[in-house]
């Protein structure tokens, strides 16, 4: 069963939530992030580059310090304030095509460990170790590890009772999505909201697999009840919204064009798309291809897969193309390779190739919820960057504190 509690966030001002509230600092360009601190003295970038107006960047555990004394000030400012009451946060993002809500909590460390938070996503120790030691000298979390569920009607019923009210927060941002966030402090709700998600047998890691990791080290390393638990945002896994990541290589391991393409027909069949401007693969086991100025279909030949992670489009392609034909053997460190969400458009592959920036991309579907599910219950790993998923939380709406 799935323990999720209620928490006090440390969270902006009322009126000014739509200014601290911010994207991941790792999406914005360097001008985007230098307007933005230049001209909101509120956003939580500043939280997170205290070092931005310095000469000399600080790094490591010394610019942690520095991010702790930052949101300091910012508390001090009344720029963010704790609330007195243990509370649910119910969080609404809209965009022009979705609506995703679900519920911000803490979530149990120990459900991790014990498989009842289930992933899909192998991890980077170094990255684990990194950011665990952000969260001991910090003190603080700023973005919740994204966990699915199935539906529920009980949690609908609680959703349904707060969304149709005022909001506490409501803004819209500039890439016209529309956030809305309500606290839900009422005992008996709270009671409804803990009951029912104890009543679910397991979750599944959506997004956030190092923010879990790391917190389950540092629960090992600090004794206290706030770090046996992290801050999560639950949600009905029919809303997500799950996206491909394409790569692109570098080089072609010194190969020609021709000969990569007679290497790839060994496990694929290949038929050259004409007069197309982009093409995205329809087709089961399909993929699509950037050579030389040609989109190309590539349809893996049919084989038997010893597991449900061999059968996805991400492992066939690092099975028979990345790794054999291209020598790139882990994608996660591998400088040959650039990955992009499914969210940019194809012709940016079709440009950064043909402007030689690389030389070859490749374009895959996306992976359904249910062969995720497949996976992670099987215990498997997916290959890095197999999946893009939506919602994107802002940073700094609800602050879980660390003690």
Known sequence: MVKVRPFKAIRPARDKANLVASRSYLTYSET?????LDHNPYTFLHIINPDYNSNRKATGITKFKLVKERFKQFIREDILKRDEMDSFYIYQKQDELNIYTGIIGASSVEDYLNNKIRKHEQTLTKRENMF????ETTGFNADPVLLAHEQNEEIKKILNKYTRNRSEYEFTTTNKSLHKLWVVNDLDDIDTIINTLDKIEKVYIADGHHRCASSALLSKQKDSESSSYFMSYLIEENQLNILNFNRLVKNLNGLTYKQLLEKIKTNYTVSFKKGIATYSPILENEISMYLNGKWYSLIANEKRYNSKTSSLDPS?????????????????IDQNISFLEGTIPLSTIKDKVDGGEYAAGFVLKPISISAIKRVADNNEIMPPKSTYVEPKLRSGLTIYPIT
């Open 316 to 332: 066939i392609l690092s099975d028979n193309i990345l790794r054999p034909i291209l020598g790139i053997v882990d994608e996660r």
């Open 32 to 36: 985007t992030i230098k307007e933005k």
């Open 132 to 135: 665990c030691e952000y969260l």
